[in-house]
């Protein structure tokens, strides 16, 4: 099965409020493993780079100047993408920033139902923990020391996170980290007897209830 594992940086947080797409990655996995191909652009946003935006992914109005628009690279990146679901973590910020920049180029949204969020993913498998990608990534063992700053492509690389149930997490390119083996001891005679000792200070216990007690 393909796949593809999509991840954007832009100058601020909705296109509402007239920000824009300045980097796109796209990483090709097939049966769920990397194929080394990969879509990759950074884009003239056509504004000037908020400083918080900057602060967090390190694009400058100077390094961004030369680079082509978003409309410039829209069919490169449709058929990069061909009909392969999109992964993405918090797919719903990439999906309305790619149906704004695509609109804009005259080209047609991605249908919601190509969208595969692996916060939602996460949220089934680890109800109650932190999904953000830099805690995943820690639970999994994947290495985050590329990922000073975001990245579209060092983090459509890393996103490649197998959520599914029962199955083994792995990153592009990273190892699955092997389970640990279980620790088994057994209690001294010492520590047996204590433990007894314990249990038959509890009054009204509810296994005393059970057949064979």
């Not at 995943?136 to 996170?161: E, P, Y």
């Not at 149930?165 to 047996?192: D, I, K, N, Y």
Request: proline residues 9%; glycine residues 6%.
């Amino acid at each position: 099965m393909r796949e593809v594992v999509l991840d954007t940086e832009t100058t601020g947080l909705s296109p509402d409020e007239g920000h824009r797409i300045v980097e796109v990655a796209a990483v090709e996995l097939v049966d769920r493993r990397p194929t080394g191909r990969h879509f990759h652009a950074y884009l003239n946003p056509g504004r000037p780079m908020p400083p918080e935006a900057a602060a967090v992914h390190g694009l400058t109005d100077s390094f961004l100047a030369d680079k082509p628009p978003f409309s410039a690279v829209a069919d490169a990146l449709l058929a990069f993408l061909e009909a392969a679901p999109v992964v993405a973590h918090n797919a719903a910020f990439d999906a309305r920033f790619l149906a704004f920049e695509l609109e804009a180029a005259g080209r047609p949204a991605l249908p919601p139902d190509r969208f595969v969020d692996t916060v939602e993913l996460a949220r089934r498998r680890f109800p109650g923990a932190k999904h953000s990608l830099d805690a995943l990534c820690a639970r999994f063992g994947i290495d985050l020391s590329v990922r000073a700053q975001h990245g579209a492509l060092t983090d459509a690389r890393q996103i490649r996170l197998d959520l599914a149930p029962g199955r083994t997490a792995v990153a592009s390119g990273a190892p699955a980290r092997a389970p640990r083996p279980a620790r088994l001891f057994s209690p001294t005679a010492e520590e047996e007897a204590a433990h007894a000792r314990f249990i038959e200070g509890i009054p009204n216990a509810l296994w005393r209830t059970l057949p064979g007690h």
